[in-house]
């Protein structure tokens, strides 16, 4: 039984992951006993690992490994989403790289492509997320397109038709004149930019010579103007009651409106109004029944047949015709310009709504969309989370959660791409003759006075004319309708299968914050619709992961760590240990590379003691109790035959259980990792191991056997602990254990804290003992003793501590290198001898036994002289004015700390002269 000397990452981490596999460990166990349940957050099939996935996965993973060993069939679903827009890009990007368009070869043609793209390059990050060892049923895997969930995607539709939820209207949406498709009002990212505010002067029909000023940020809207609207109190303008306003350029006469929704003190108080292309202008037309005049193209470009259709035609319409809408702008108001109807041009700052996908700013756009009647499932929603019926952790979240719902605005589920679920609504040519436009690229839209069919199937004829000539409507459904169907789509609804039975409502769902609104909320509300029972019962939000100084990680930036690298730099291990170690909740993870660096050092001291262990058991199997873990050993130590330190260990092991359940049952991940970091790196590697070498070689008597046991059990409960933070290390190891016959530590029971095992008085003991050893130790070193030299110790204080001291002096002796001990309860204190106080006690170390003087005070005489030098010359540079302008912060920075250092070092090295010449003082 042997540990390679050294880990290798490499070579683990895919033969366990593929032995997992292999062996269905991942699959939920068989039975009816408690179940925990997750879906993943489906990444995008576009998407390969970012910092982002890594940390929500590694967390879940935690969660998932955490409760399967500790008795729970758990069931974790991956899979992918099919990403409308983001998908449909990299496939025209594809096109458009051998000179194809998505029109050119057509829509069937084209998801077609979209498919063979998914088959051949999708799913990248499935393998990466494999590589992290995440512990998801493969056999469960699903995706938002496949056959299922597009069964499922068209029972929620219909059923959502039938309850009245969906309605078909035309209303202004957000519209990506880029991507050519409508955008929830969250898709759409608003920030502030400089722009410019027009006054244009508007004159009256019927006497030109007057005329109000309007002032717009976007003047070539005005070709869909079809009122000007002022408050009804505003002085400037009662004279005007009544008018009409003739618009410059279109020649067209529209109302004057008063309408206390008008800005008195924005501008001049007077407003052009343009239903089509401004959302409060499209409110204020509903009011006053104007008409609606849709200047653009889907492309943003000037539609001219919005005017033509009108009767509005000249060389205006020629003009503008087909141009750019920042193109026209220029254009309009040059025109405006020259022929005086510009009355001044402003600088101004205004926000600007842009796609969150490709940055383009949106347009307001009058197209024929479906809704979902959001209010009576949003009621549900909140509900369910003010009753507790979810819990979001944390739970400032839920009052984010709540803000939102509150204030929610019916879902425009319709998005004008090809690559998604096509809405399962048709018309009927017959019926619907007068409102189908055709388009230039052989496609075709509804106008909104079509009357749909919502049917689960294409219907064969029309319901009223018997017509068999149908439709079905182009839209695809927006990318978060399937995604809000998720946890219950993917075990199997509308079927009632088992898993829906088995798994739902799944247990908990951990994700960023950033899709609390656009999938968690849409989860819970169709849940509740649907279930009629909440999809999760708890909902952890984790944080971000940014640089090291708190910047996003951005490419641009060029601050981005990658996943996959840092895995294949630093071990899956190490990567996970980091995270967990750093997922405190509710603050972001500032991530260095270092960091991850130090948990590899932690793999390695595991796998170090573990080695240690490995070969003090010899080749004596007798040693490993065969069968599962147990509390065999545990049991006998409470009965307090035990030795010292095997007491204090388990007392410190069942500490240990106790507090990383807790933690990790709050979701506290970073505190579960540092519990167990403490307590496997510093207790028993530092401490522990170092104690049972005495014990092992006979020297405190009892049988080495036990202690050898002591030792196996322990490990195997520390890799338990740690398996689920670090799968692979802790199952390499578990595998070289005696007696696991290829049993998976993935299915071991997590250790339970054994209450009985706690004994405070052996931890009080340790500690003092702890203090001791470091105190004996820091004298040594600020004395330049050498390390395998033996001193001599002198201890003062308290009978009580010394009893103590007394008993456990064979551990003192080996911890610290210490020859002979004295114990003084009373009397003279020691002279000539560096002194340390731990407690009531007081530790001496005489001098006279380590050094010679005169060769000590000489060495650091010339080591403080050297120092000083170095100090002087490091200060003179920071003293110089030049220095300081022109080097860089950082490297001023490094001989500041240097100096520090060298201060400290200063007073050390004084402390040991003052201490020499007492003890020659002393010892005279
Ligand atoms: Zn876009
Ligand atoms: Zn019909």
Sequence with gaps: MQLAKTYSHKEVEAKWYAYWLQSG?????????????????????????????????????????????????????????????????????RLAAAGLTRAQVGRKEFIARVWQWKQEAGNVILHQLKALGVSCDWEHERFTMDEGLSLAVREAFVRLWEDGLLYRAERLINWCPRCKTALADIEVVHEESDGSLW????????????????????????????????????????????????????DRIVPLLTDSYVDQAFGTGALKITPAHDFNDFELGERFGLDRISIFDADAKIDSAAFTSRSETGEWVDRYSSKDRFEARRLLVDELKEKGFLAKTEPYRHSVGRCYRCQTVVEPYLTPQWFVNIKPLAEPAMRAVREEKIRIIPEGWSHSYFAWMENIKDWCISRQIWWGHQIPAWYCLACNSGSVIRGKDGGYTFTKDARPIVARQAPKSCSSCGGSELLQD??????????????????????????????????????????????????????????????????????????????KMSKSKGNVIDPVDV?????????????????AMGRDIKLAEERIGGYQNFVNKLWNAARFVLMNLGDDA?????????????????????????????????????????????????????????????????????????????????????SRRLLLELLEQILSLLHPIMPFVTEEIWQQLPNKNGRSLMLQPQPRSDRACIDEGSEKEMEFLMGVVRGVRNLRAEMNCPPGKEVKVIFHGPERD???????????????????????????????????????????????????????????????RKLEEELSRIQKKLANAEFLGKAKEEVIEKERAKSA?????????????ERLAEMEQGGN
């Design 622 to 706: 007798a040693v490993a109790r065969d069968g599962e873990q147990g509390n065999s050993t545990a049991a006998r130590s409470a009965t307090g035959d035990r030795n010292f330190a095997d007491r204090w260990i388990r007392s410190r092991l069942a500490q240990t259980i106790a507090q990383a359940r807790e933690a990790i049952d709050a979701y506290r991940f970073n505190d579960y990792a540092n519990v167990l970091y403490q307590f496997t790196w510093h207790e028993f590697c530092d401490w522990y191991i170092e104690m049972s070498k005495l014990a092992l070689n006979g020297t405190m008597g009892g049988d080495p056997q036990e």
């Design 901 to 913: 250092e060298y201060q400290e070092k200063l007073r050390t090295l004084n402390r040991s002269l």
């Design 802 to 864: 010394l009893e103590l001291l007394r008993a456990q002096e064979a551990y003192l002796r080996s911890l610290a290198r210490v020859g002979g001990v004295e114990y003084l309860t009373s009397g003279e204190r020691p002279k000539g001898a560096a002194t340390a106080v731990i407690g009531g006690t007081e530790i001496y170390l005489p001098l006279g036994d380590l050094i010679k003087p005169a060769e000590e005070r000489a060495r650091l005489t010339k080591e403080t």
């Design 25 to 93: 460990a991942f699959k939920p166990a068989p039975g009816s006993g408690r179940y925990f349940s997750m879906v993943i957050p489906p990444p995008n099939v576009t998407g390969s690992l970012h910092m982002g996935h890594a940390l929500n996965n590694t967390l879940q993973d935690i969660l998932c490994r955490y409760k399967r060993m500790d008795g729970y069939r758990v069931l974790w679903v991956p899979g992918t989403d099919h990403a409308g827009i983001a998908t449909q890009n990299v496939v025209e990007r």
């Design 199 to 250: 006054h244009i002067r508007y004159p009256l029909a019927d006497d030109p010579s007057e005329a109000l000023v309007v002032a717009t940020t976007r003047p070539e809207t005005m070709l869909g103007d079809t009122a000007v609207a002022v408050h009804p109190d505003d002085p400037r303008y009662q004279r005007f009651a009544g008018k009409k306003i003739r618009l410059p350029i279109t």
């Design 567 to 583: 895995m294949a730099q630093y071990g899956t291990d190490a990567f996970r240990f980091t995270l967990a170690a750093m997922a």
């Design 474 to 551: 182009p839209d695809v459904l927006d990318t978060w309708f399937s995604s809000g169907l998720w946890p219950f789509s993917t075990l199997g609804w509308p079927d009632q299968t088992e898993d829906l039975k088995n798994f739902y409502p799944t247990s908990t769902l951990v994700t960023g914050f950033d899709i609390l609104f656009f999938w968690v909320a849409r989860m819970i509300m169709m849940g509740l619709k649907f279930m009629a029972d909440v999809p999760f019962r708890e909902v952890y939000i984790h944080a971000l992961v940014r640089d090291e100084d708190g910047q």
